[in-house]
């Protein structure tokens, strides 16, 4: 083997061309999603005091919003309701009725911005007063039941004109039932983005304030559905049932903590992966950024591309408008 100083790892390193060159990941606004939350009113915002720089807004404004994630060429953003505490019950009916909150952001989106992609978010937490994400019987969130509501949330929000239904609910068997269901309506080509390896983590606190589940959920968990942060092999058993259901697309969440996760994913499925940068992955950086202890460019750009290097295709993060500005900045 050629010994040193023969082989010198830095000189592809020595000027900004080479660095380019030999670059073995891009970031690039392709793979961009952007989460946005929203809230009833008129030109309403209500900044978010766990997510600093994030704001729920009212209809009227996201559709401005999406208009400039649009002209950024950001290719789909995630809408997520933060539906007012009287329309919440016990088991979120809510989530069925075609004029809620969502159904109707997706309508006014769609009207004016047909050619970006709208994601929607299939689960009950935004709707039920336990801010479970499922029925609650006898203390416990009922699986088939659950399953039977998500898969008529799913319709409901695709005949508002939703293109990629997201169950983000971990409910066993969901995704095949709701691909059934999409069939059925008429809906067969409607995607899903399945949350696949979505795990119990202590890093959605500050989604939870956004949509109003976390006073909901008081001391209780999710972990009897939601995966256990300490399990790896019990990811890729959840990955290939949803492969076998009909998932068009995977999702791994949290993001940074469950990188090794994400990189397996890809590697042994091969299908087109996403990743979460969720809200408390956000808030940290963001935070630090505002308190002068990191630079909120570099910070943000090095923390998506580590999702790339991962095997991500795509990224959800509440930074995506920010990240599009710096990269059509180069």
């Known amino acids: 083997m050629t010994s040193f100083p023969k082989i010198r790892m830095r000189r592809n390193r020595t000027d900004e061309w080479s660095r380019r060159l030999v670059r073995e990941n891009q970031l690039t606004t392709d793979d961009l999603i952007w989460p946005v939350f929203v809230c009833e009113g008129s030109q309403q915002r209500d ?42 019950t016990p088991d979120g009916e809510e989530a069925l009725n075609p004029e809620n909150l969502v159904c109707r952001v997706v309508r006014a989106v769609k009207e004016k911005h047909p050619g970006i992609g709208i994601i929607c978010d299939v689960a009950l937490d935004p709707y039920t007063t336990t801010g479970q994400d499922g029925l609650v019987r006898h203390g416990y969130v009922a699986n088939d039941e659950t399953i039977d509501m998500l898969c008529e949330q799913s319709v409901v929000q695709a005949r508002a004109g939703c293109d990629v239904i997201a169950p983000s609910d971990m409910m066993d068997g969901r995704v095949g039932a709701i691909r059934d269901a999409l069939d059925r309506a008429g809906f067969a080509h409607v995607k899903i983005l399945s949350y696949a390896a979505k795990y119990a983590s202590a890093f959605y606190g500050p989604f939870r304030d956004a949509v109003g589940s976390k006073s909901a959920l008081g001391g209780g968990d999710k972990r009897t559905y939601q995966m256990d942060p300490a399990n790896g092999l019990e990811a890729e058993r959840e990955v290939a049932l949803d492969v076998a259901e009909g998932a068009d697309m995977l999702m791994v969440k949290p993001g940074m903590p469950y990188l090794d996760i994400l990189y397996r994913v890809k590697q042994r499925f091969g299908l087109p992966t996403f990743v979460y940068q969720v809200s408390g992955e956000y808030a940290m950086l963001r935070g630090a950024a505002d308190r002068g202890w990191l630079d909120w460019e570099r910070a943000l750009l090095e923390s998506l591309l580590a999702f790339k290097r991962a095997g991500a295709d795509g990224i959800l ?12 900045r180069g």
């Open 47 to 88: 900044p978010i005091a766990s997510m600093p720089g994030v704001e729920r807004l009212s209809i009227d404004l996201v559709v401005e919003a999406v208009g400039e994630a649009k002209a950024l060429g950001i290719p789909a953003v995630a809408l997520f309701p933060a539906t007012p505490p009287e329309k919440k």
């Open 317 to 328: 993060t509440y930074g995506a408008v920010d990240a599009a500005r710096l990269l059509r």
